[in-house]
């Protein structure tokens, strides 16, 4: 078709791969994977137009001086050669072309932004405008013009689906080019990609391990009800595609009985992968292991920012890449932010997500100020990519029909789930395991020093509270052997202590724990005593969920004892205190109802979302689907502003903790590799910038090669972390 003298890349060993080879290549590649969403035409068009702009003079130069086919000669600067094929897609195609000019200028840079931003590079209107055709032989754009098919777009596009559409024509093309260029130039490594079992191969694990759970568990009324959700949950995967919630308790087992749903419901429509999103790192390494146990290592995949890539495979680490493994594991913020995300590395993964059943694990921690445009992805991806959606927790909100009130009112994923388990409220009976304790009075607070003295009570009780601070000022008071958590600790010494603490209780030895709400939400623990600062009904539920977690105490006719108290230093403002509120409007009401029963939840949830003033404070609406119909998105603004973790002004900080201390001294003689910031993630804490700057004023972090880390030996606490604005502190930097 071209001429074969033309170069796309040259291997170490000077063998070439040629542009035809390549366009070929990444156009057959692309087509597969958008063919899953029906748009097969469209991946492959952008295979054969991506690199156009290879063929220039220019380029071809380029090539051949940057890998030594041409000896003795200077580069002149990088050579842009993805504007090419934009120019032409707009050209041939016209208002349908600038979906594919989308994906074919940013399959490097990222998506751009259609106009001009300031503090933002680039942007694809400007881009439109060069005249990079002019660069190429007439020749060859007239054989690209006759190969090119016509395209029409796949679906009826509703409101806020179009971006999320040529989001993942991008993911398709993106992956299909990262991969025939491995092909060429790295075979080894994509040889190793997707060698997996098949699902079907892994259900039969699964059948095999639970029917042997099923002969060890002892016969009793609760474990009854864990097979009751078991079948109920296989039998519902068998029905149609669509939006399930399963919403069980604490120990109803609901990790595996949302596998068994999901294997059933894969196998049964052909879906290609399992996908689970969690809301808190600290939490992913247990159920990843849960997994890894039942089908394998390498079938069993987690993405997230704290990975250790010292324990995983070559293959692991590849599917990390583009999740092309059948299991897969991540954050909420991985996810969502990868789906709002320009940049090809994060994007790259997205089309893999299509034809997946999707289970998004204690799903009420999904963020209310990015809920509507969470929504509208997950929306788009049930409608337009063959995905599934489970929602499990055990304190469902509402997701689905209209949600909020007044201004801030909109429509939430279009369709009413199937609710797998239909007698919620007689299981919650069923699995009764605490008492909760309110304040007897809403508006008397009770000191840390009082609360202090209570929990020096109890030989083992959990005490969580709203912030970082709190819990380093309640710690302090604390006898010495208690331990504490939170994020002024790094990943590595949270993972650690929570290890302490599990083995612990476990050989029945005291334990005192204060925490931050990071050991909320699934971290699998059992206090018989828990205390909790008052905040929304939802925190204190999954507080809830740390005390009496298996139901020990109910063989002595007992149950677990959950304490709620107002802290002294009341409650922050924005969600924390609209949730907060929204409880203490339930409880002057005067309900009767358990607190924790789901029929009080719904009635909490519903209360609060009327409470929120904006569920998309980001203004991604805005950004993304206001000008649709003429396809202007600001990609690049709106991936910079969905951040559902704030840390707008926050530093980070290297610590010595561990391993953590080796690496700094790596990281001064080897400088920022990539694979060493990546371990270095498990060792950073976040603080704000006004604490970054007294640390450094005092001369207690440093900076190598751009990247702070802890300089004085006595910054990080062996069991507390870095111990900002306490006495404490204040003594170590008067040393």
């Not at 990519?385 to 909020?404: H, K, R, Y």
């Not at 925190?539 to 139901?551: K, M, Y």
């Not at 105490?553 to 108290?565: S, Y």
């Amino acid at each position: 078709m071209f001429m074969d003298d033309y170069i796309a890349h040259v291997r170490s060993d000077n063998q070439v791969q040629t542009n035809e080879e390549h366009l070929l290549g990444t156009s057959e590649l692309a087509a597969k994977f958008a063919s899953k969403f029906q748009c097969e035409n469209w991946g492959a068009t952008l295979g054969m137009l991506h690199d156009l702009g290879k063929y220039s003079s220019y380029f071809q130069e380029y090539i051949r001086i940057s890998s030594g086919l041409i000896e003795n000669a200077e580069l002149t600067g990088k050579v842009d050669h993805s504007s090419a094929g934009a120019i032409l897609a707009k050209k041939v195609f016209g208002l349908m072309g600038i979906p594919l000019a989308y994906c074919i200028a940013g399959h490097h840079a990222g998506l751009l932004n259609w106009d001009n931003e300031p503090g933002i590079s680039g942007n694809l209107q400007s881009r439109l405008d060069k005249n990079s055709l002019d660069e190429i032989p007439p020749k060859i754009l007239q054989e690209f013009k006759n190969k090119v098919k016509p395209l029409s777009l796949p679906f009826r596009f509703s409101e806020g689906n179009i971006h999320l559409w040529i989001r993942m024509l991008f993911s398709c093309l993106v992956d299909a080019d990262y991969l025939d260029t491995e092909r060429f130039m790295q075979p080894a490594n994509f040889e190793l990609r997707s060698r997996f079992d098949s699902l079907a191969e892994l259900k039969l694990r699964f059948d095999s391990h639970m029917s042997n759970m099923g002969r060890l568990a002892k016969s009793s009324i609760i474990n009854s009800k864990r097979s009751e959700i078991l079948m109920k949950c296989s039998e519902a995967g068998l029905l149609n595609k669509g939006f399930f919630n399963l919403t069980v308790p604490t120990g109803g087992g609901k990790t595996l009985s949302s596998m068994a749903f999901a294997l059933e419901h894969a196998i049964k429509h052909k879906k290609e992968r399992i996908i689970i999103a969690i809301p808190y790192t600290s939490i992913i390494t247990q159920t990843a292991q849960i997994f890894r146990n039942i089908f394998g290592d390498n079938n069993v995949i987690e993405h997230h920012s704290n990975l250790n890539e010292e324990t995983i495979t070559a293959q692991q680490k590849l599917a990390t890449e583009n999740w092309d493994a059948p299991i897969i594991i991540t954050t909420n913020v991985q996810l969502f932010e990868s789906l709002y995300s320009n940049k090809s590395s994060h994007c790259r993964k997205l089309h893999h997500i299509a034809n997946s059943v999707l289970i998004l694990d204690e799903a009420q921690m999904l963020p209310f100020e990015f809920l509507k445009p969470i929504l509208s992805s997950l929306n788009t991806l049930i409608e337009y990519f063959n995905v599934t959606l489970l929602c499990t927790t055990a304190t469902q909100p509402v997701l689905s029909g209209t949600i909020g009130s007044r201004e801030a009112k909109f429509v939430g994923i279009n369709k009413d789930p199937y609710n797998i388990v239909d007698n919620a409220e007689e299981l919650y009976t069923d699995f009764k395991r605490v008492t909760v304790e309110m304040p007897k009075d809403i508006n008397t607070s009770i000191s840390f020093d009082d609360i202090s003295q209570e929990l020096k009570q109890y030989d083992q009780v959990l005490c969580v509270v709203n912030t970082r601070k709190e819990s380093q000022l309640l710690y302090s008071m604390m006898p010495e052997e208690t331990l504490h958590l939170s994020r002024m600790m790094c990943s590595a010494h949270i993972l650690d202590t929570i290890n302490t603490i599990k083995d612990k209780l476990a050989n029945i030895q005291p334990v005192k724990v204060i925490s931050t709400q990071l050991i909320e939400a699934g971290v699998d623990i059992d206090f018989p005593v828990v205390y909790r600062a008052f905040a929304g009904l939802d925190s204190i539920a999954q507080a809830a969920g740390r005390c009496n977690r298996e139901g020990r105490l109910n063989k002595e006719n007992l149950l677990g004892r959950v304490k709620v108290f107002h802290s002294e230093k009341g409650i922050p403002p924005g969600y924390m205190r609209k949730s907060a509120d929204s409880l203490t409007e339930l409880l002057l009401a005067g309900t009767e109802d358990d607190l924790l029963s789901p029929m009080c939840l719904r009635k909490y949830f519903e209360n609060t979302f009327s409470r929120v003033n904006n569920f998309d404070k980001a203004d991604i609406k805005e950004k993304l689907w206001k000008d649709e119909q003429s396809l202007k998105f600001q990609y690049a603004t709106a991936a910079r502003d969905f951040k559902l973790i704030d840390d707008a002004g926050n530093k980070s900080i290297v610590v010595r903790y561990g391993e953590g201390a080796n690496l700094i001294e790596l990281l001064k003689i080897k400088g920022p590799e990539s694979w060493l910031l990546r371990k270095l993630q498990h060792y950073t804490v976040s603080v704000r910038e006004t604490d970054f700057k007294e640390l450094a004023s005092y001369g207690q972090i440093v900076s190598y090669h751009g990247i702070w880390v802890q300089d004085s030996p006595n910054l990080y606490n062996s069991k507390a972390g870095i111990m900002i604005g306490n006495q404490w502190l204040n003594e170590i930097f008067t040393l």
